[in-house]
């Protein structure tokens, strides 16, 4: 696997990476709808899947978690790394890497299934479904179950808890969605789909 | 933020638990957080907490306002998910986990404390090079994405206020995606020439 | 080191960039002027092999650019345009090391041979610095530095003073000015070709003019004017 990655795959997973740390590490930004200001760092892993597709999206969100796994303060708060992996919503970070990977898939997956040339609102929902399903159900998959099991709750009362955090990621996949689809229009050469 | 490798954010220093070496301290914990969350009785939790917070202690020197304020982002979140514990399951299961989350916490305090990013860096190298040799990973390519990721860290942080000002001096509000497709296409122009540059000076011994 | 462009045709995206170019490049200081657009940027790719002709062969030292491209690689180093896209590691001799491995495998040797460009270019205090400390211009100097510690026969230079403040500009043509290497420069700053040796000007992917600086470059500037 690791031959057939090109120096420009290496350049879009670096680009993507450092894209997601910037996206983490700014102020939070004012939304549309939700009443809070949220980080943008899982629009960082939604446009990755998005943009570069399932393998080098996968990538690019593990070479996140490694940098940070080395100490480098690439998390919002700018905190430690390793003190997120071993608390409660370890698994939420966990999760980017198949979230990545499933986004990536599934963006595929409608390009293909298309047969042809989209318009651009059927690339903005194959996109939304994409990042809807990908980029917030996958990691609520899998830190949902990590936040249980270290709270000693039961996976109903761990669901409920994460239940607040959703009608923000609705708002970023809609966004990711969007942004995806506009880039996607203005350079059709771009990415690794 | 400066982020050359040998940079002075991390809050390493020196004490008795930085001579080991990260992969150690990494498998210790790992092995440290799995009991803690297999057990269940909080007088066991209570004690491995308290034992937690004397090790970070040892190693972190007096804990001032600065080594505070890193962990405050945690505290919170430990502070929100023990009283969400505490009010659907009563205080004792509240107890466990708080003990639990504080022994995890230290403990991952401790290591950070202890290992200097050089050495997590030394230790990364170290796991890479067998799996680069089962041809798993390329190590070469592994360390010149994260050091091109490292590099490009600044730049997209300035390319992102440039942004914000261009669109703030056209009077455009600063919703987030009239400043996310400037930011997405430069960033993927920025991959043409990146690339352009890897090939110009790469030569085979860089991605063996 | 005699640069041979043989029957060479470039298309891209469809587009026509250069046709049938027959070149034969020897001099020690060239230019190459040109509209943007023209297909300057196009015709210096061809030369370390970042891009492939449609047609045609190039030739740098006698070696196939296509066939030997880790050879001609070894011999021509490339500085690009924009200072931030072409470094790729975060401090100064960790950049200038990248590339370096085959031509110098020790590592001490590695460095000493950084240490002394950087010093050669009166940039010695710059080796441990964070990239993200320097200014445009020392970040040109530094991708300079790093092309120069290959050793190669020729430098190509796409447009390199076009985002330097005046003070780097000087700086960098009076380095190049001292190189012993062979070095072909694309470039819109008509005033630092004037001690060259030869100039070609570029318009829709032929050589439309080809003398010595100050005919091609009248020659040019009168176009401009139509």
Redesign the interface.
């Known amino acids: 696997?690791?031959?057939s990655?090109?120096?420009?795959d290496?350049?879009?997973?670096?680009?993507?990476?450092?894209?997601t740390?910037?996206f983490s590490?700014?102020p939070p930004?004012?939304?549309?709808v939700v009443p809070v200001p949220l980080t943008?760092q899982t629009?960082g892993l939604m446009?990755a899947g998005l943009?570069l597709g399932p393998r080098l999206a996968l990538?690019s969100m593990a070479?996140y978690l490694?940098?940070a796994?080395?100490?480098?303060?690439?998390l919002p708060?700018?905190?430690?790394g390793?003190?997120?992996?071993?608390?409660?919503?370890g698994g939420f970070l966990l999760g980017f890497l198949p979230g990545a990977f499933v986004t990536g898939w599934m963006a595929k997956r409608s390009a293909q299934l298309a047969q042809g040339a989209r318009s651009g609102a059927q690339i903005f929902a194959g996109n939304l479904t994409a990042a809807i399903l990908g980029g917030a159900l996958t990691v609520y998959a899998v830190g949902v179950p990590w936040?249980a099991?270290?709270?000693?709750?039961p996976m109903s009362?761990a669901v409920l808890?994460v239940a607040i955090f959703m009608p923000g990621d609705v708002i970023k996949a809609l966004?990711a969605a969007?942004?995806?689809t506009?880039?996607a229009q203005?350079?059709p050469?771009?990415?690794d789909r | 933020m400066n982020w050359g490798v040998d940079s002075d954010f991390s809050s390493a220093q020196a004490s008795w638990l930085s001579h080991w070496s990260a992969g150690t301290k990494l498998l210790i914990l790992v092995v440290m957080a799995s009991t803690f969350v297999l057990i269940n009785h909080p007088l066991w939790l209570g004690l491995s907490a308290l034992f937690m917070l004397g090790v970070w202690r040892s190693v972190n020197g007096p804990v001032n306002w600065q080594a505070w304020r890193r962990v405050i982002w945690l505290a919170v979140t430990v502070t929100v998910v023990v009283s969400y514990v505490g009010f659907f399951s009563g205080v004792d299961q509240a107890l466990v986990v708080l003990f639990r989350l504080l022994a995890l916490l230290f403990a991952a305090l401790a290591v950070v404390a202890s290992t200097p990013v050089t050495d997590m860096m030394a230790a990364v190298q170290a796991a890479l090079t067998p799996l680069g040799r089962w041809g798993w990973v390329n190590p070469a390519k592994v360390a010149l994405a994260f050091g091109l990721t490292l590099r490009l860290i600044p730049v997209m942080l300035e390319q992102w206020q440039e942004i914000r000002q261009a669109q703030a001096a056209r009077g455009i509000s600063a919703a987030p995606h009239a400043l996310l497709v400037p930011m997405l296409a430069r960033t993927i122009r920025r991959a043409d020439e990146l690339a352009e540059a890897i090939d110009a000076r790469a030569d085979s011994a860089d991605f063996r | 080191m005699l640069i041979e462009f043989e029957d060479v045709t470039l298309e891209r995206s469809g587009r026509t960039v250069l046709k049938d170019l027959n070149l034969s490049l020897l001099e020690h200081r060239i230019g190459i002027i040109g509209v943007n657009g023209a297909g300057k940027s196009s015709l210096a790719r061809l030369i370390n092999g970042l891009l492939t002709p449609t047609a045609g062969q190039v030739r740098v030292d006698g070696l196939d650019v296509q066939l030997q491209l880790t050879a001609v690689r070894q011999q021509v180093a490339f500085v690009f345009q924009n200072p931030d896209n072409q470094i790729v590691f975060p401090v100064v001799d960790e950049d200038m090391a990248f590339g370096l491995k085959a031509i110098l495998p020790d590592k001490a040797a590695r460095q000493a041979r950084i240490e002394s460009v950087l010093e050669s270019l009166e940039m010695a205090d710059l080796a441990k610095r964070p990239i993200q400390q320097l200014s445009g211009g020392q970040k040109q100097l530094v991708s300079l530095a790093g092309a120069l510690c290959r050793e190669p026969k020729l430098l190509v230079l796409d447009e390199p003073t076009a985002q330097l403040d005046l003070r780097y500009r000087n700086r960098l043509l009076q380095i190049l000015a001292d190189l012993p290497q062979q070095a072909l420069v694309l470039t819109h700053d008509l005033a630092m070709l004037s001690e060259f040796d030869r100039v070609l000007v570029v318009d829709r992917g032929h050589v439309v003019h080809d003398a010595t600086p100050a005919v091609a470059i009248a020659w040019y500037e009168r176009r401009c004017q139509a």
């Open positions: 696997m690791s031959s990655i090109s120096s420009k290496i350049t879009y997973i670096a680009l993507f990476t450092s894209l740390t910037v590490i700014i930004i004012p939304m549309p943008l629009l446009l943009v990538l070479l490694l940098i796994l080395v100490g480098f303060p690439v708060g700018a905190r430690s390793l003190a997120v992996f071993a608390g409660p919503t936040l099991i270290i709270s000693n709750i009362e808890a966004i969007f942004v995806a506009r880039v203005l350079m050469t771009a990415g």
